[in-house]
């Protein structure tokens, strides 16, 4: 009986350190987000999601009209100049070109480096809902 009790105990001081210790990592997280200016998170958040990829589709638009679509996109970048290091106003990356609009990469589609306009062109980026 003293036995039982005695693991009973053990096992539950391990998940109340357990729980500790994911306590102090989503409050060390938090203070450390808190503590950050809004372009400082963002720059983290885009470096999690480079890490950690994603699905990516862009979609450009002439007025209200779809003319464009790349899928497959892992990162859309920010172009910045060689010497001065200063943000470009256009944006940049490596998606398929969707010809038929379907979200899927058929065998004639390729490959392609794209650019567009932060300024003047109309484009709308989210993950592949499919």
Do not use: H
């Not at 009790?5 to 096992?11: E, L, P």
């Not at 990356?93 to 490959?111: F, P, Q, R, S, V």
Request: charged share 20%; glycine share 6%.
């Amino acid at each position: 009986m003293v036995i039982l009790y005695q693991i009973k105990v053990n096992t539950i001081v391990k998940q109340e350190v357990k729980m500790k210790k994911i306590i102090f990592a989503a409050t060390f997280t938090a203070l450390i987000f808190t503590g950050c200016t809004q372009e400082t998170q963002n720059k983290i958040g885009r470096s999690l999601q480079n890490w950690t990829g994603t699905n990516g589709v862009l979609d450009i638009y002439a007025g209200n009209k779809l003319v464009k679509r790349f899928i497959g996109i892992d990162k859309i970048s920010t172009a910045y100049g060689t010497n001065d290091n200063k943000p470009r106003p256009y944006r940049y990356g490596y998606g398929y070109m969707d010809t038929n609009l379907n979200y899927k990469i058929d065998k004639n589609e390729k490959k392609v480096y794209f650019e567009f306009s932060d300024y003047s062109t109309s484009y709308v980026f989210y993950e592949n809902p499919y």
